[in-house]
């Protein structure tokens, strides 16, 4: 399938979701833009996703290595966890969807991994800390964070008077008392809810991110977004009754299998060895592949050498697919055929790797912003109609608001205005929570752009 280099430039803006200029407004994007916007949309309960089952030998090894090692690779000495009841309490003048989004994490922390946690009450010191800021004000300590955990504070002024002394430092626990999420209030509502979920399940549990769990957070493919079943499995067993702060490495080995038996029941299955950890070259490829910052050459060359690492390495799983998935991406600009069979590669991947469909859902955006582009309607639809419901179950928003507005696009092609509109203002209606307003007029212009004679 060849493509214009135009198309696929635009096709890059809309799959990475990121701000730019973009296209003009075009007929599309104007005319629903100068209507009243629906009201948005977010997600309550549990995510729709159908989690593998894993062997219980496998997830204690996994549950090791997120509680025992930082993301840097520094060592944790001890396994460390609140205990006794958690409160969490909001710093500030917070961002109205705040509040609804973090109530329905904590109901899920209690009632998926039976966790003691509840919102604090009015005047009450939380043991963990929520605090909205400017993103400026953020970076300006922390450069290049989205947004980060810290122990031992409570709140912003307690963590300006602190962070460059041993109270702050991970390694120096013997057990969690207090914590403070730190995260921009001036995002979009899904940026906001996504730091939620990955600071509040770091600041109670695990400190490290696995790129060879498919299924979880605890991963820097930012693949899911809100905490899975998987996730809630990892912290129902480290807030078990079994377990206590300051356990060294042997206790809690020791006692994991037992833990794992009576929880997951599921997982009583046979044990197919160690998954083998991803390699410090592979891990730098790879996020110099996804680095906005780099050059188009130098993403392209990291997202090849990661190809060729985690084939070396003999690799058949989320890490070989997600490379593949960052070549498409690198790709897009430069080479339309590399980029098409990269993302082809990679689809087949995660769907023989029994991915949960979220994984495929990234890919067919891909595919479907292609086929659009090239005029190709029909396919476009077969694609996109079979991603739209793992993006809803998974609760990504920018993805689904992303994939219903090309899905509009491309009932608009074949005519049916009708339908195109319904489709596109529910697409409005998810863009709001996923990008905020402005961000949302970029990102309606940039997908009816890649329709042929925008």
């Known amino acids: 399938m060849m493509i214009r280099a135009t198309l696929l430039a635009a096709a890059m803006a809309v799959a990475s979701c990121a701000p730019t200029g973009g296209p ?17 949309r977010r997600f309550t309960g549990a995510p729709r996703i159908a989690v593998p089952v894993q062997p219980n030998g496998q997830l204690a090894r996994d549950i090791m290595a997120l509680s025992f090692q930082l993301e840097t690779g520094r060592a944790l000495p001890v396994f460390t966890r609140f205990e006794g009841p958690i409160t969490v309490a909001v710093e500030g003048a917070a961002p109205p969807t705040l509040g609804p989004d973090l109530n329905d994490l904590i109901a899920r922390l209690r009632n998926e991994a039976g966790i003691d946690i509840r919102r604090a009450s009015k ?45 702050t430092d991970w390694t120096t626990l013997k ?18 809810r996504d730091c939620l979920h990955e600071e509040i399940a770091q600041a109670l549990g695990p400190l490290n991110d696995l790129y060879r769990m498919p299924w979880s957070v605890f991963n820097d493919d930012n693949t899911h977004v809100v905490l899975t079943s998987f996730d809630m499995l990892v912290l129902r067993a480290t807030y078990d009754r079994d377990l ?49 910052r780099g050059s188009e050459r130098g993403r392209l060359a990291h997202a090849q050498n990661a190809v060729t690492l985690a084939r070396a390495a003999g690799w ?87 994939l219903l507005l090309l899905r509009a696009e491309a009932a608009e092609m074949q005519g049916a205005s009708a339908a195109a509109a319904r489709i596109r203002r529910e697409g409005l209606a998810w863009g709001r929570y996923a990008w905020g307003d402005r961000v949302l007029a970029l990102r309606v212009a940039e997908v009816a752009g890649l329709a042929p004679g925008a």
Request: with cysteine; net charge positive.
């Open 24 to 40: 003009q407004a075009t007929r599309a994007s104007v005319a629903t833009m100068s209507d009243a916007l629906p009201d948005a």
């Open 123 to 167: 005047g009450e010191m939380g043991s963990i800390t929520v605090s909205a800021l400017p993103r400026k004000t953020l970076q300006r300590f922390v450069p290049g964070a989205a947004c980060f955990v810290v122990p031992r504070v409570a709140g912003w002024k307690d963590y300006l008077s602190k962070r460059l002394g041993p109270a």
């Open 175 to 192: 057990t969690r008392r207090r914590a403070s999420v730190f995260l921009p209030a001036d995002v979009s509502p899904q940026e906001i």
């Open 244 to 292: 206590r702060s300051g356990m060294s490495q042997a206790d809690v080995a020791a006692r994991l299998p037992a833990i794992l038996a009576r929880i997951n029941p599921r997982g009583r299955v046979a044990d197919r060895g160690p998954v083998p950890e991803s390699s410090p070259q592979w891990i730098a490829s790879i996020r110099g592949a996804l680095d906005p």
């Open 316 to 402: 058949r799983d989320e890490r070989l697919a997600f490379s593949h998935l960052a070549l498409g991406r690198a790709a897009l600009s430069r080479d339309g055929e590399l980029a098409i069979a990269s993302f082809l590669e990679a689809g087949s991947l995660y769907a023989a790797g029994g991915a949960d469909g979220i994984h495929e859902a990234q890919v067919a955006l891909q595919l479907g912003a292609f086929a659009l582009s090239s005029g190709q309607p029909d396919a476009a639809l077969a694609v996109l109609d079979r991603a739209i419901p793992a993006a809803d179950g998974a609760q990504n928003a920018a993805l689904l608001a992303t």
